[in-house]
């Protein structure tokens, strides 16, 4: 089984996150912020990663230290489950449709973080929460989880649905990228000897 548990603990959040790659897309996620747990819970369950996570921050401030940090620990959490990374595809990809948005990921767990962010949210909120937020997720998750990831909108002018299509579209590619692939016969899928 391929699998983490992480603690991160600072003087502005106390963040718990257990992982399993080759789950079910089974959820438990309580972070204190209602909307991020919902995208919490996509990402999850489009990527079939089976996630628990447990968060306290300083929201009394505002949401950023809690969003970002778990973004962190999910990275820290998923470069542990991964091991070695031989045999899984490495690359994935998905172009995701919801109503009027519509997202395109491409990720590669390549051990060189690069984030290409090319959305734009028509709104500043969505519900109490911070649209700005979810770059910063996933700025912290390409970070610390060593992923190149290139996330464009293509269309959309509902903020909420944007969002979940960004976290579905990610989870995909994500999914299609932990896989083990059977013709790799456990070979690292690198010509450089390591990843």
């Known amino acids: 089984m391929r699998t983490a548990q992480l603690d991160r603990s600072t003087s502005e ?4 996150v257990t992982l399993n790659l080759d789950g079910t897309g089974v959820y438990d996620n ?3 912020i209602g909307f ?22 300083d929201t009394h401030i505002d949401d950023h ?20 990374k031989k045999g899984i595809a490495r690359y994935g990809s998905c ?24 959305v734009d949210f028509p709104s500043a909120k ?39 299509a960004a976290f579905k579209a990610v989870a995909r590619a994500l999914r299609m990228a932990v896989a083990p692939d059977a013709r790799l016969d456990g070979a690292l899928p690198s010509t450089k000897g390591a990843l």
């Open 13 to 16: 959040t106390k963040i718990s």
């Open 30 to 32: 309580q972070t204190g």
């Open 36 to 57: 991020f747990d919902h995208m919490l819970d996509q990402l999850s369950r489009h990527s079939l990663i089976d996630m628990t996570i447990r968060a306290e921050g």
């Open 65 to 84: 230290h809690t969003v970002e940090d778990t973004g962190i620990a999910i990275g820290q959490a998923l470069v542990a489950a991964l091991g070695d």
């Open 95 to 118: 172009n995701l449709p919801m109503d009027d948005a519509q997202i395109a990921c491409a990720l590669d767990l390549s051990a060189r973080p690069y984030l290409i962010w090319n």
């Open 126 to 164: 969505i519900g109490g929460f911070d649209s700005e937020l979810v770059r910063e997720f996933f700025q912290a998750l390409s970070t610390h989880g060593g992923i190149t990831l290139h996330i464009d909108q293509l269309h959309g002018i509902n903020s909420h649905h944007i969002a979940e």
